[in-house]
């Protein structure tokens, strides 16, 4: 249950070399081979189905992928999406209550008693200390009471209990998405379960979760220097566009999330047609078809939700961010690029791989191997999302006694090489075949598998893509390194952010608390 | 970078063996069902895991053989025993140094460089590191290039170059992660709650500094190389080939060799943490990390089985009483768990974290006490022992549905000379395990006055403070970083 968006910098950096790695493809023999391992179906509802049999053992992986993320919280309500994905853990109608009638009304209670404090809390004038006091001893009351029909975490331990595996969601700006392992004869109680959070998740200990889901913000971004930093960074880098609002929300917008808000979310983007189901493991087709139907059958319909039509306008100026504190070193840029369906998608990808990827890369070579000034120095991109225009960015760790402006122009120096100067026909070479071996190198892992089709099938509309793919890394010619470079890493399209360093206070304090 | 270092090999998480797959299935208790429990649970489908073909050499040598055609790569390791902590404290890093140096300066005929364009034109990696016990040497190519990645692997492992500049890259990384530990609060918390168990100075703990990594030289790796390599080595190949042709491609290899030298055995002594409370400072966070330590045992312990089905209903996933009161009734953390821990051949830790606002330090840290306490204080019920075997046995087949999983447990009973069915045992234990057991086993293990509970946060915003905990003074703890003396300073 994390969100995506604010792993540790690294992470990100990992999953969208992760992202790029399964956007490329693989040979021919593997498609056909997959065209007979793959079913897929579309329930009257709009949801998509893929099932895909690798008999190996006999347990399978599934991925939900919801198509909304974070980027689709309503203005004010930032973390909306992510906020939501923890109550699909709490449970159904059926399972998590003792008495789902009582309970109803309990939590139809606990929503105006908020509502009521969070009224009289938000008054911008004439505030009743008083009166406040009571409004949240009601709230507290009420949820209270609404406690006494919960049977706590049962959706989970049920799950856990039949053997689930690796049970976790994540939420990215982009989408949610739901997965774990199983036993294969366990199928059908997973259908039950998946389905019914799918169509018929109640609103409770809402309250109780917005505050573990702001230990999550504390944990991944307050707490965090590189959460920090990459925070302000987005922030920065966009001024329309919702990549560059916090993903785990505003301390002050996902601290006021309420649950109807949660489950109007849910009622506008949990439809069918939003939604791809990938199961991949010791499953037949034909005989699983029909459970996978009759089950999510029950998932409402109604049309896909419109995308967001905001486009963030072409940047004219540079932007920059300096954090002053007690933390080492650190440098991070980016280049706003087109979002994954441009034509030059697979360049963008063929930059990152020859600018980053291992010991031969340019940026390795040259910061950390020859001018021995940084630990470590990549690029990587689409970062933070891929559904919209994003960016391609470049970070460096200074080694000691070197600094953020360092970082800056031996980056500047690796990309204006990209730009006047042929790639070798090597390097050219060594990012077709490693595309390619990666790519199958992921094939053998069920829940890798499941993951990659439920994305590829939402994106693409046709998980072959996957595979297809390789058409367009083949294609990838120096001419369009350099043109895509000369087009997107231009100064005016930059945005920068640094951590230096500042020395602690004289005076400061160790092993205070007191 | 990739850095495929043998760490899944070292690493807690069980895997593989042979055995008949039943699972238990969840059935109602006497009420009326519940609408999930009337959903039918077939039996499984046959399953009889691969396993490795094992060879010993009469040197002592062992090689695992482990077939697989679903994907055309081939996969080697070669596992070496010894690692960090059988480094002298004076340089310690020396075995993280040696296993970034031993890879980047390559072989006598092919400098570490010309390596790596060899290899990545051909999507195909060699990689070195080391652990705190082992060092492992990994390959993995396509199949197509297997045996010329085989050869160039070998020359790394028996005519390594060990060149003065890729010493000079090493230290430079190791040196900005030394200046960088106090960034983060979580990697100081993990580190600091460790040496309070195993003190400052075990092989388990000691810190590089400065002036260990600085005091590592060339010679110092091509001795321990010399020296490792006489070990007893676990060769392993996974993948696409002929296993007929790869047995004797390893036996020409590894057969000439003279007979194994088994290390030193480690005699350290363990003791509990000196209980209490401690506390490290950081202004920049508003949210304290809480660790109690206590320590833990090793997996020849007979009461294992026992630990573990304790450690699940104490904070093994969502039913677990820390999830279920922490975080859930409470709402005062993302972050809850942990448990008893036991490592192959030396105790593990007994660890409990949690991660809490600033505010909530002293709520949150006596919410885990008490739940620690529950242990032995809370009567256990057959609600919680049934969930608790249900989650680990319905889920032991995870252990080895792959292939490699079932390798790696292989090599690793075979690292710690655990018999083979090492997992079969377990699993038989943990299906024994009675109520009688796990209330026997958190009687004889949880200690709640033995603990040390070590919180990282911000001081000024810890409100009510950490004596409010009632666990007696509070002690600082020192993280300043050493800057090494200057030369001719006498330090």
Redesign the interface.
């Known amino acids: 249950m994390q969100s995506r968006a604010f792993s540790r910098l690294w992470m990100c950096a990992l999953a969208a070399a992760m992202a790029a790695m399964a956007a490329r493809s693989a040979l021919a023999q593997d498609l056909k081979s997959f065209e007979q391992k793959i079913t897929t179906k579309v329930l009257p509802n709009g949801l998509t189905l893929l099932v895909c049999e690798r008999?190996?053992?006999?347990?399978f992986s599934y991925n939900t992928f919801i198509d909304a993320g974070d980027v689709n919280d309503p203005d004010g309500a930032s973390g909306l999406a992510h906020m939501f994905e923890h109550l699909a853990?709490k449970g159904t109608s059926?399972?998590g209550t003792n008495n789902y009638a009582d309970e109803k009304v309990a939590l139809e209670k606990v929503e105006k008693t908020n509502d009521a404090y969070e009224a009289e809390y938000l008054k911008p004038v004439g505030r009743d200390p008083k009166k406040l006091e009571e409004l949240k001893k009601a709230f507290v009351g009420a949820q209270a009471e609404a406690r006494k029909y919960v049977v706590?975490?049962e959706f989970?331990?049920?799950a856990?209990?039949?053997?689930?595996?690796?049970?976790n969601a994540s939420t990215g700006l982009d989408e949610t998405m739901y997965f774990w392992?199983m036993?294969?004869?366990?199928l059908?109680?997973w259908a039950?379960?998946e389905s019914g959070r799918l169509s018929d998740v109640v609103p409770r200990?809402f309250?109780?979760?917005?505050?573990?889901?702001?230990?999550?913000r504390?944990?991944r971004t307050?707490?965090?220097?590189i959460g920090r930093l990459v925070e302000q960074f987005l922030a920065t880098a966009y001024v329309a566009h919702n990549y560059g609002r916090s993903g785990v929300g505003w301390p002050s917008e996902v601290g006021q999330i309420t649950a109807t808000q949660a489950m109007e979310f849910h009622k506008k983007y949990y439809v069918g047609s939003n939604i791809v189901v990938a199961v991949v493991g010791?499953v037949k087709a034909a005989e699983v078809m029909p459970v996978l139907e009759k089950y999510f059958s029950k998932v409402p319909g109604g049309t896909k939700p419109e995308d967001m039509t905001t486009v963030e306008p072409k940047q004219f100026a540079e932007k920059s961010v300096i954090i002053r504190?007690?933390?080492?070193p650190f440098y991070i840029e980016g280049y706003h690029r087109p979002n994954y369906r441009d034509a030059d998608d697979a360049v963008y990808d063929a930059i990152q791989d020859i600018m980053s990827?291992?010991?031969?890369s340019r940026m390795?070579r040259s910061l950390?191997?020859d001018q021995?000034i940084a630990?470590e120095a990549q690029g990587f991109s689409p970062f933070p999302g891929d559904k919209y225009p994003s960016l391609f960015s470049f970070y460096a760790?200074p080694?000691?006694g070197h600094t953020p402006a360092e970082m800056r122009e031996a980056i500047h120096k690796e990309i204006d090489k990209l730009k006047t100067t042929d790639v070798t026909d090597?390097e050219l070479?060594?990012y077709k075949?490693?595309a390619?071996?990666?790519l199958?190198?992921g094939?053998?892992?069920n829940q890798g598998l499941a993951n990659a089709l439920a994305e590829y099938q939402t994106r693409y509309g046709d998980w072959r893509e996957l595979f297809l793919q390789l058409d367009r890394v083949d294609k990838v010619t120096k001419d369009d390194i350099k043109r895509v470079a000369n087009k997107v890493f231009v100064d005016s399209n930059r945005t920068s952010a640094e951590i230096v360093t500042e020395a602690p206070a004289a005076n400061?304090?160790?092993?205070?608390?007191? | 970078?990739?850095s495929r270092l043998l760490k899944e090999v070292s690493r807690a998480a069980l895997a593989a063996a042979v055995m008949g797959?039943v699972?238990i299935p969840?059935c109602a208790g006497a009420q009326e069902a519940?609408?999930?429990e009337k959903?039918?649970?077939?039996?499984?489908?046959?399953?009889k895991?691969q396993q490795p073909k094992r060879i010993e050499l009469k040197n002592g040598i062992v090689l695992f053989l482990q077939e697989d055609h679903?994907?055309?790569?081939v996969n080697g390791s070669v596992l070496i025993p010894g690692g960090s902590r059988d480094e002298q404290t004076a340089k310690a890093s020396l075995i993280n140094i040696y296993g970034q140096t031993w890879r980047?300066s390559g072989t006598e005929k092919l400098s570490?460089?010309a390596m790596?364009?060899l290899l990545?034109?051909?999507?195909a990696h060699i990689e070195t590191g080391g652990d705190v016990d082992s060092t492992a040497l990994s390959w993995d190519s396509?199949k197509g290039d297997a045996d010329q990645v085989y050869t160039l692997a070998m020359d790394l492992l028996f005519h390594p170059r060990f060149d003065a500049q890729k010493l000079?890259?090493a230290k430079?990384?190791e040196?900005?992660?030394i200046?960088?530990r106090n960034?983060?609060?979580?990697e100081i918390a993990g580190r600091e709650a460790a040496k309070l168990v195993y003190g400052v100075n075990s092989p388990y703990t000691r810190q590089p500094e400065l002036a260990t990594v600085g005091a590592i030289a060339l010679a110092d790796l091509g001795a321990w190389h010399d020296r490792s390599l006489k070990g007893k080595l676990i060769v392993s190949v996974s993948g696409d080939f002929d296993p007929a042709a790869m047995e004797a491609k390893l036996r020409a290899t590894f057969e000439p060799l003279p007979p194994v030298k088994p290390l030193p055995a480690h005699h350290e002594v363990f003791h509990d943490p000196t209980a209490g409370v401690y506390?490290?400072?950081k202004?920049?966070?508003?949210?304290s990390n809480v660790e109690i330590m206590g320590l833990g045992t090793d997996r020849r312990n007979p009461d294992v089985p026992a630990l573990a089905v304790m450690n699940n209903i104490l904070g093994g996933?969502?039913?677990s009483r820390l999830?279920?009161k922490v975080?859930?009734?409470?709402?005062?953390?993302?972050?809850v768990g942990g448990g008893y821990g036991y490592s192959y051949d030396h105790p593990g830790t007994f660890r409990v974290m949690v991660?809490?606002?600033s505010a909530s330090t002293v709520d949150a840290t006596a919410a885990a006490l008490k739940e620690l306490s529950s242990l032995t204080e809370q009567p256990f019920t057959d609600a919680e022992l049934k969930?608790a075997k249900?989650?680990i046995l319905?889920?032991?087949?995870?252990q080895?549905?792959?292939r490699a999983k079932v390798l790696a447990e292989s090599e690793r009973l075979e690292f710690y000379g655990y018999p083979a069915d090492y997992l079969e045992t377990y699993r038989a234990g943990i299906e024994k395990v009675t109520l009688a057991d796990v209330t026997a086993a958190a009687k004889k293990y949880i200690h709640p006055d033995k603990l040390a509970v070590l919180?990282v946060?911000n001081?000024?915003e810890?409100k009510p403070?950490?004596?409010e905990l009632k666990l007696g003074a509070?002690?600082?703890?020192?993280i300043t970083i050493p800057q090494p003396a200057a030369p001719g300073e006498k330090k």
Do not use: C
């Not at chain 1, 309250?207 to 889901?213: A, I, L, M, N």
């Open positions: 008999p190996d053992a006999p347990v853990f059926e399972i706590p975490n989970t331990e049920v856990e209990r039949n053997g689930a595996h690796g049970l392992s036993p294969e004869n366990r059908e109680l039950w379960l200990e309250y109780k979760e917005r505050d573990v889901v702001m230990e999550e504390r944990m307050d707490s965090n220097p010791d504190e007690q933390t080492q990827n291992g010991r031969v390795y950390v191997r021995q630990a760790v080694l000691p090597a070479a060594m075949t490693r390619k071996a990666d199958l190198r094939l053998a892992d400061a304090k160790n092993g205070g608390a007191e | 970078m990739k797959a699972l969840v519940k609408p999930w959903i039918p649970t077939p039996p499984l489908h046959a399953f895991p679903e994907l055309p790569f980047t570490g460089d790596d364009d990545e034109a051909k999507a396509l000079e890259l430079q990384q040196a900005t992660g200046v960088r960034d983060d609060s979580g506390f490290i400072n202004e920049d966070v508003n949210q996933g969502f039913g999830f279920q975080r859930t009734e409470l709402g005062l953390a993302y972050a991660m809490t606002k969930r249900e989650d319905n889920s032991f087949l995870f080895y549905d792959t919180v946060g001081g000024a810890i403070g950490l004596e509070v002690h600082p703890v020192d």
